[in-house]
């Protein structure tokens, strides 16, 4: 079964940082475009941060400078970089895949828009 799995969220005081890791699981052939998302309380989901397969990156201006994603495709994980942090930065991270396609030669499974359980990050003014 495919899946993601984060790791990484915290407490930290404004200005620290942290690492966020994503990590899809299954018998995984190929993914997509990997990204980061996250979801403060009474507000909507937003766009974090995005990377494709071939290394292509874009970010939300709240983070621009500030974090950086990246990914190894060996592994498939995803990671977030998160430098300078501030207080409204505190949300639920979420890991999404858009396109994961899993199996072996015989059989695959294309598995669309799949999110992980997500991490909270926390940051003390």
């Not at 998160?82 to 999404?96: F, G, I, Q, R, S």
């Amino acid at each position: 079964q495919v899946q993601l799995v984060e790791s990484g969220g915290g407490l930290v005081q404004a200005g620290g940082s942290l690492r966020l890791s994503c990590a899809a699981s299954g018998r995984i052939l190929s993914i997509n475009t990997m990204g980061w998302y996250r979801q403060a309380p009474g507000k909507q989901r937003e766009l974090v941060a995005t990377i494709t397969s071939g290394g292509v990156t874009n970010y939300a201006d709240s983070v621009k400078g500030r974090f950086t994603i990246s990914r190894d495709n060996a592994k498939n994980t995803v990671y977030l970089q998160m430098n300078t942090l501030k207080p409204e930065d505190t949300a639920v991270y979420y890991c999404n895949a858009d396109r994961i396609v899993a199996g072996s030669t015989i059989y695959k499974e294309t598995r669309v828009n799949i999110w992980g359980q997500g991490t909270q990050v926390t940051v003390s003014s």
